[in-house]
């Protein structure tokens, strides 16, 4: 929204920094970063006093979680806020690229906003159905990756680029938006297994989405890319300043977050900051560093269909109990113990998603 001021400036003044992606994205962190700290306790209290018993706690769980009764859930709204309030006031609203993600998050934001207040209003487990949140998702999605498609260069429209070697292109043609549906509705759910411990999701997230922002910012620069000899997707950059805002909007929601929680972030936020994650991949056609920088969620989720496969199978379990974090604690291993190890394994994914823009 301020971008407009740039019509005021003659090159040489105060109204020219609006023109540089990299002074509005440090700034759509730190507004992102004071909107978390001014709301935060408010909407807690807020949330508390509106939700009573808080988030269900599983009985089948592990038993340390029982303590965690009463915790307001819908956390998520805190990061939602902050996020689009600061994406808003900083990025070029004339982007396609910026509207498509944020209608994504938005949208899946939604999704899990109703399944939140199904299971605090109904205090249980199950909220809305599996099957509706899934089917609501591949249509969120579908339309995004169409809108992606149509945004694209034409030589890339319908493309699928892989890491590491150089000008290689996938022809997926009509195909390309039902893969695009999977990588959105896929990333979106991983993240949603993720957030099972204080902490936990969030930083992965911000890691992801912070790797996935530089990225998109070099892919969207001709100069960069012709130099990296990765595809150019012009536009793209200013989904620097969505991915900065997250990062700030995601730090304020950590300082409320981080062990013993006082919010938990539910699905509202969950499936929405997946869903960015594979929205902003699937923009940047990096959808399968995604898979890498995102490893973490991808691991959480993968345990999750083996340990149902095999249980169906065999009538067995490979895991003591799955998403693969509460197999950790059913090993007798402290959640911060747990969290703070994920934290450096996505650490390292980010480094090597990274490091794909170099090995060509």
């Not at 400036?9 to 109204?15: A, L, N, T, Y």
């Not at 004071?34 to 807690?44: K, N, S, V």
Request: aromatic residues 12%; positive net charge; contains cysteine.
């Amino acid at each position: 929204m301020l971008y407009w001021l740039t019509e005021f400036s003659d090159g040489g003044d105060v109204f020219n920094l609006f023109r540089y992606i990299t002074f509005r994205a440090g700034m759509a962190f730190a507004t992102a970063l004071i909107f978390g700290f001014i709301f935060g306790r408010p909407l807690i209290n807020l949330l508390r006093r509106r939700q009573g018993k808080g988030q269900p706690i599983r009985m089948d769980g592990p038993q340390t979680h029982l303590a965690k009764a009463g915790t307001p859930t819908m956390g998520g709204l805190l990061i939602l806020s902050a996020l689009l309030f600061s994406t808003l006031l900083w990025a070029r609203l004339d982007n396609p690229y910026v509207w498509i993600v944020l209608g994504v998050t938005v949208a899946f934001g939604l999704i899990g906003f109703a399944d939140d207040y199904a299971k605090v209003s109904k205090q249980n487990t199950k909220g809305v159905s599996s099957r509706v949140r899934f089917l609501l998702g591949l249509l969120i999605a579908a339309l995004a990756c169409w809108f992606a498609a149509a945004s694209h260069p034409e030589a890339l429209a319908g493309q699928l680029a892989l890491p590491v070697f150089k000008n290689v292109l996938v022809d997926l043609g009509i195909f390309f938006i039902p893969f695009g549906m999977i990588v959105i509705v896929g990333a979106a759910n991983a993240v949603n297994l993720t957030d099972g411990l204080d902490g936990l999701a969030i930083m992965p997230v911000m890691i992801a989405a912070g790797t996935l922002g530089v990225i998109a910012y070099i892919v969207g620069n001709f100069n960069y890319t012709d130099y990296l000899g990765v595809h150019f997707v012009p536009g793209t950059g200013e989904l620097l300043i969505f991915t900065a805002a997250l990062f700030g909007g995601g730090l304020g929601f950590l300082w409320y977050n981080a062990p013993p929680a006082a919010v938990f972030m539910g699905d509202t936020g969950s499936l929405a900051l997946g869903g960015a994650l594979g929205a902003i991949a699937v923009c940047a056609k990096h959808e399968i560093v995604l898979a890498i920088v995102g490893g973490l969620f991808v691991v959480e989720a993968l345990s999750v269909i083996i340990q149902v496969l095999y249980f169906k199978r065999t009538g067995r379990r490979v895991f003591l109990m799955a998403p693969i974090h509460h197999h950790f604690e059913k090993k007798g291993w402290a959640e911060p113990q747990i969290v703070i190890r994920f934290w450096i394994i996505s650490l390292i994914l980010a480094a090597i998603g990274l490091a794909t823009l170099k090995l060509r």
